[in-house]
């Protein structure tokens, strides 16, 4: 059994430096400009009803904007939702660090975004009954003591037509830098990252379908090439 507060002081003490990866800070302008790319196409904004009736005498007339309200689980120091809510969209983000959080928050205000994020766990996000567009969670699966259940609690928050995007991968944790992971890590259920093939197969009986997006040669989006699994899943409900 994982130890909880062990989990959070983990990932508190990584918090200052978390960023410095590239994936995770995306400081490097390539970086930054692959991953802002890929919301475009996860998280689409449909135009505003009012704006679709707009009379055809204003062929001029752009149709609004409708921001999605999405939920990043486990959003780290929150570059994935910075990203989101530059797009214009709403977004809460939810981190049980609480150093990853302040993090996330201060990177908010120096870019001058508004978006909201919350301390507490992702696999049951401390939103109370609010429903979303999108639920994002990145990198996060292999993490959970029952990431079955947490799949389940991600689509009961997503409104009809809304979407489960999650970036995952296979991987050796135990080869990464930095402070070891909490003891009791070894027994979680996707301890080192899941495969495409193992995740569609838990996440298709939840939800309408789904589409497996290959990432491993998009040596942008990691700061170099990489040799391992990595791949997006969008599910719509």
Request: glycine share 12%.
């Amino acid at each position: 059994m994982i130890d909880r507060s062990a989990v959070v002081d983990h990932w508190d003490a990584g918090a200052s430096s978390f960023d410095d990866a590239p994936d995770h800070g995306l400081a490097a302008g390539p970086t930054r400009a692959a991953w802002a790319r890929l919301p475009a196409t996860w998280v689409p904004s449909a135009p505003d009803a009012a704006a679709a009736c707009t009379p055809a005498s204003a062929p001029d007339t752009a149709p609004a904007f409708a921001p999605a309200d999405v939920l990043d689980v486990g959003c780290g120091t929150g570059s994935l939702a910075l990203l989101l809510a530059a797009a214009g969209h709403r977004v809460t983000g939810v981190d049980l660090a609480p150093g990853m959080i302040e993090r996330a928050a201060r990177k908010a205000a120096a870019a001058g975004l508004s978006a909201r994020f919350l301390l507490g766990g992702a696999a049951g996000p401390p939103t109370g009954g609010e429903l979303f567009d999108v639920v994002l969670a990145r990198h996060l699966l292999w993490t959970l003591p029952d990431p079955g259940a947490a799949l389940r609690e991600w689509v009961a928050r997503l409104r009809p037509g809304g979407r489960l995007v999650l970036v995952e991968g296979r991987w050796r944790v135990s080869g990464q830098s930095g402070p070891p992971y909490a003891a009791g890590a070894d027994s979680l259920p996707w301890s080192g990252g899941v495969g495409a093939g193992e995740l569609a197969a838990a996440v298709r009986p939840l939800v309408a379908r789904l589409r497996i997006e290959p990432l491993s040669t998009n040596a942008d989006l990691w700061g170099g090439p990489v040799t391992d699994e990595r791949y997006a899943l969008i599910a719509r409900v």
